[in-house]
């Protein structure tokens, strides 16, 4: 080799270092220019929705693009690869790929990415062409500039000053690497120091599970936008891109209906599709595809190709007209862009074949209680987030609110038989709700209110707030308000009815058990006489405990407890699982019928979202949470009912479920017959309430 040939090749590595930057988009430098393999070139016109995001990989104005779609979708292709092949040929820049395992790495270099060296000559002609600058994890161009692969960890993803980071299959990724957070935000932080060069890429399917259920169906109104925010998913040892997702733009991808010409969106749900419960795999080319969310009308795979040949990708708060117009205010150019596609427009899998293995997949779901298949199916074909089916049973607040009734506040609705009150104890106030049962496990809501003030006075006369844990006096307020409250009977008699039952927890702050058993003692004394009206409520420590059981606890040697139970106090104790399970289904009735639950016209919105916030987890169980009173309440109700009449020995239920309907019981009985209805609240306060209390069995 001559001199001059040596210096031609040096002026030629030269010059790749020194030549500025390509004025060509990403998607544009791709473009017949990328071979995948031997034959097969890179094409933008095959999956149109990948042009956008690919191009944001470039821009100056944010430093993270977030893609967030299905598998066969062509992300990976498009934003790994096509992203890489820009950096090399068009902006040398350092750059590092980030799969999810040393393995799939490994995979990664050794198959596409040597594929695409091999094929694609642009590539090839800037590799510098000697052995140890074109290894498994390091390729060193001729520009200078590193490309990495490397997979989550502390030694890949610390000390680095990297420009470009791309991040694929996030959802495998572990939520936390190292003890030092997620991989987004260590990824992110490596490019921190290139100004607007920096650019972090992350694309996977979603892995997530849904935190709780969102079965109200979005009001879809031509004209008005739409939420685009995923749901919110469980935190695990997974990394979620849901959150990363809903940082961003939030945009979907809105194709035209071919029936009605309005776009409509593609996004990752479930109920973008046809997905009948029952259907003859005869039928399923017929019936298995997307609908439109205006018209109703579905769309099987011939439509896939025109529709995203036209489709436009749609920020939260924008919306678009038949003829392509958009309009509205979005997050755009207030944080980086985010992309969630559906797998209805996924141009490597057909909606036909997702249609019938969604349908086998919960089958065996059903059969067997096993919702693995089934979330890799929702996932990875629909990229959706998977909501367990256990979720997706559970209690919508809107459709309960459109079942409330006309009827007078604070009074006893025909066809009560007995009230039921109870409590949950706060830290400043005794939250109260009355319940009505009758005949085939009946319900009404009665009352709802709070007992915020005690009878104790401050230094200027003012009532002072309840202390439930410091002073023992507070809980006197049960006895009138809780315990001896009465309501008027709907029939305009002037007849009043008793309060039968009532039940409060003991949970709570330190002290609320010592004062709570020291009152239901005081409910012994003479001028008193109802503790035989009144039960203090615990949830039972096992879910294969009975669904309701009272014992008197030795609490006395528990450290935890100061003046505990010497056996003398009675507890009901719940198995809160098994009732509200059965709560659950009573309420998910529409119909008026056995277990059917009556809601009242002067119901807030409020009560509805507290009845409606706790719901089962993917095992199957009820996790407590803040602000779901009316849900404890109800369930509280429900176990005193079950439970029966307080008598002092009882040790097995009489109550609701055990009446025979036809000879009930005196407190049980028609109001004519009930031992807790009277003329009027005079007669009570008069004596008759001995009465009462002598009948009460």
């Not at 695990?236 to 849901?242: C, I, L, P, S, T």
């Not at 996790?623 to 439970?643: C, F, H, K, Q, V």
């Amino acid at each position: 080799m001559s001199r001059y040939t040596v210096l031609l090749d040096l002026t030629k590595d030269i010059a790749e270092i020194i030549r500025p930057p390509r004025r060509v988009t990403v998607a544009d430098a791709a473009q017949g220019a990328l071979h995948l393999s031997d034959g097969e070139v890179f094409d933008a016109a095959a999956a149109p929705y990948m042009i956008r995001p690919m191009n944001e990989t470039a821009s100056r104005f944010h430093d993270v693009v977030c893609f967030m779609g299905p598998a066969r979708s062509g992300k990976s292709m498009a934003l790994i690869l096509g992203r890489w092949f820009y950096t090399v040929c068009c902006h040398p820049l350092d750059f590092m790929v980030v799969h999810s395992s040393q393995d799939l790495a490994r995979d990664l270099s050794n198959r596409e990415i040597a594929r695409m060296k091999r094929h694609s000559e642009a590539l090839k002609k800037r590799m510098t062409g000697r052995s140890k600058d074109d290894n498994t994890y390091d390729k060193t161009y001729k520009s200078g500039i590193i490309g990495v692969i490397g997979w989550p960890s502390n030694t890949q993803l610390a000390s680095r000053t990297i420009p470009v980071m791309m991040l694929t299959d996030y959802a495998r990724w572990p939520a936390d690497i190292g003890g030092e957070g997620s991989g987004f935000q260590q990824a992110r932080k490596r490019t921190q120091t290139a100004g607007s060069l920096a650019m972090t890429i992350v694309e996977s399917s979603p892995g997530g599970i849904c935190v709780e259920n969102n079965p109200d169906p979005p009001v879809y109104e031509l004209g008005k936008p739409l939420s685009h925010m995923a749901p919110a998913v469980m935190a695990g040892v997974r990394a979620n891109m849901e959150p990363i997702f809903n940082a961003g733009t939030r945009e979907w991808w809105y194709v035209p209906c071919q029936e009605c010409g309005e776009y409509y969106p593609q996004e990752g749900s479930l109920k973008r599709f046809n997905l009948p419960e029952e259907a003859d795999f005869s039928d399923w080319e017929e019936v298995a595809g997307t609908i439109c969310c205006w018209c109703g009308s579905i769309h099987c795979d011939k439509t896939k190709r025109v529709e995203n040949e036209n489709g436009v990708w749609i920020a939260e708060g924008e919306v678009i007209d038949c003829y392509g117009k958009v309009t509205g205010e979005s997050r755009k150019g207030r944080t980086y862009p985010s992309f969630a596609l559906g797998g209805g427009a996924a141009t490597w899998q057909t909606r036909l074949e997702m249609s019938r293995k969604y349908h086998d997949a919960r089958i065996v779901a059903k059969e067997t209680g096993d919702e693995t298949t089934l979330r890799a199916i929702v996932n990875q074909d629909f990229g959706a987030s998977h909501e367990p089916l256990l979720i997706k049973s559970a209690r919508a607040m809107h459709p309960l609110m459109r079942r409330k009734e006309s009827t007078e506040k604070r009074s006893v609705p025909n066809g009560v038989r007995f009230l039921v009150a109870c409590a949950d104890v706060q830290k400043d106030r005794f939250v109260c709700q009355v319940h009505g049962f009758g005949p085939d496990r009946n319900r009404w809501i009665v009352d709802v209110f709070n007992l915020k003030y005690s009878g104790r006075k401050g230094p200027n006369g003012e009532s002072l707030n309840v202390n439930p844990a410091v002073f023992a006096e507070d809980w006197g307020i049960l006895i009138p308000h809780l315990i001896r409250k009465t309501y008027p009977l709907a029939d305009g008699s002037g007849r009043v009815m008793a309060v039968a039952m009532s039940v409060c927890d003991m949970g709570g702050a330190d002290g609320v058990s010592a004062n709570a058993y020291n009152f239901w003692r005081n409910l012994k004394l003479p001028e008193y006489r109802l503790h035989d009206r009144f039960r203090l409520i615990k949830g039972a420590n096992s879910i294969e405990a009975a669904i309701v059981a009272q014992n008197w606890p030795e609490t006395r040697h528990l450290s935890h407890i100061k003046k505990g139970s010497s056996g003398d106090v009675p507890i009901l104790y719940v198995n809160t699982q098994k009732i509200k399970a059965l709560l659950d289904n009573d309420i998910a009735r529409s119909d008026p019928g056995t277990g059917y639950c009556h809601f009242p016209g002067w119901l807030g919105e409020w009560w509805f979202k507290g009845l409606t916030k706790e719901q089962r987890n993917a095992k199957g169980l009820f996790e407590n949470r803040s602000g779901n009173e009316p849900w404890d309440l109800m369930t509280y109700a429900d176990a005193a009912a079950i439970w029966g009449p307080f008598s002092g020995l009882k040790r097995n239920p009489n109550g609701r479920d055990l009446i025979n309907w036809d000879k009930p019981p005196k407190w049980a009985a028609d109001w004519d017959k009930n031992s807790f209805v009277y003329a009027s609240d005079k007669d009570i306060q008069s004596g008759e309430r001995k009465k009462v209390e002598s009948t009460f069995w």
